[in-house]
């Protein structure tokens, strides 16, 4: 059962809520787009329903709640090391079916891979989920191919309906705050198709390293790394020490997202690159995404969410991509 909500009622709610909680959700910003007099779509703290854009797909996924783009991992003097106070409220980001099998993802790498990542699990352990549902598939999603247009991982399901909201309670933490509203029967509807159609070849292997499709690649991508940073499930950084001017045996380490797709990502010591050319970081990214981390937890780590197509500006298509590699194996 669910309950219908006035948007005053709701918002209220949201008030009581963020007593305890950082309330998250897709939030629109006028003419912050990429082009001139376009709108951004991306995750903000919100306050009130009419703050959260239920209606588009956020162009940045909501991974950078729980892994900041720039995060302080510890400060240093001489003789001690500090690591920083964490907010002590509590964590509510709206997410769809997708994101939500995303942090599936990020949890399998910081939590389930050989050694615990203690700066993700204190952000992890705060956060609920609130379900959105998808009315229509957007443009370049393909999550009913990889299983993740559906999910029973929520907390609270919430549905914009007309000048109200439709409620759905199923985090016992939250009963409290609902016992209000007319009660009604309630139940997300999940996308079941999608435009995009994408094909997993059945018998990958390394011998698809040989592909000619690859080197296409290297004249076409031009190594900006936007598929990496609006994706949900990329999780690299790199390490950074920062050294104070006023004392410069003072100071903090901190850790940033990085990219596969730049230059210097996969450089080592002797300035030797192994991947330099673009063609070979797209073929690292793509078996990454539907090989090697399927190999090593039994599951795609690509959630369909087509935020890479979405953002390149060389219109370099993951789906596409990957439906190429399938029929050139059909046909190798």
């Known amino acids: 059962m669910g309950i219908y909500l006035s948007n005053k009622e709701f918002n209220n709610v949201l008030k009581e809520l963020g007593k305890e909680y950082r309330i998250y959700a897709p939030k629109l910003f006028k003419n912050k787009g990429r082009f001139s007099d376009t709108d951004l ?134 009963t409290s705050y609902f016992d209000i509203g007319e009660e009604i029967e309630i139940n997300p509807k999940f996308i079941e198709e999608n ?54 045996k003072t100071g903090e380490r901190r850790r940033v997202w990085a990219s596969c797709q730049i230059d210097g990502y996969s450089e080592v010591a002797g300035g030797f690159d192994f991947r330099s050319n673009q063609g070979d970081r797209m073929r690292f990214k793509v078996m990454h995404k539907i090989y090697d981390f399927n190999k090593r937890f039994g599951y795609q780590m690509c959630v369909g969410c087509g935020r890479c197509d979405d953002a390149c500006p060389e219109y370099i298509s993951f789906s596409c991509c990957v439906n190429r590699l399938n029929q050139e194996i059909k046909t190798s």
């Open 195 to 248: 435009k995009v159609k994408v094909n997993i070849p059945d018998n990958l292997d390394i011998n698809i390293f040989k592909l000619p499709i690859w080197s296409e690649y290297t004249s076409r991508c031009i190594g900006c790394g936007r598929c990496n940073i609006v994706c949900g499930t990329c999780s690299c950084f790199s390490m950074q020490d920062i050294f104070y001017k006023d004392n410069e």
């Open 41 to 174: 779509v991306r995750y903000d703290e919100v306050y009130s329903v009419e703050e959260i854009e239920f209606n588009k797909k956020s162009y940045y996924s909501p991974k950078e709640i729980l892994l900041p783009i720039t995060q302080t991992l510890f400060y240093f003097t001489e003789d001690k090391v500090i690591e920083p106070e964490m907010d002590d409220k509590k964590i509510l980001v709206f997410l769809r079916s997708c994101d939500i099998h995303a942090v599936k993802r990020l949890d399998e790498i910081y939590l389930k891979n050989g050694v615990e990542d203690p700066y993700y699990k204190k952000r992890r352990e705060k956060i609920n989920f609130v379900l959105m549902e998808c009315e229509n598939s957007f443009e370049n999603c393909f999550c009913v191919n990889m299983g993740t247009n559906k999910t029973e991982d929520y907390s609270l399901f919430v549905k914009k309906d007309g000048n109200g909201i439709l409620v759905k309670v199923k985090g016992e933490d939250f």
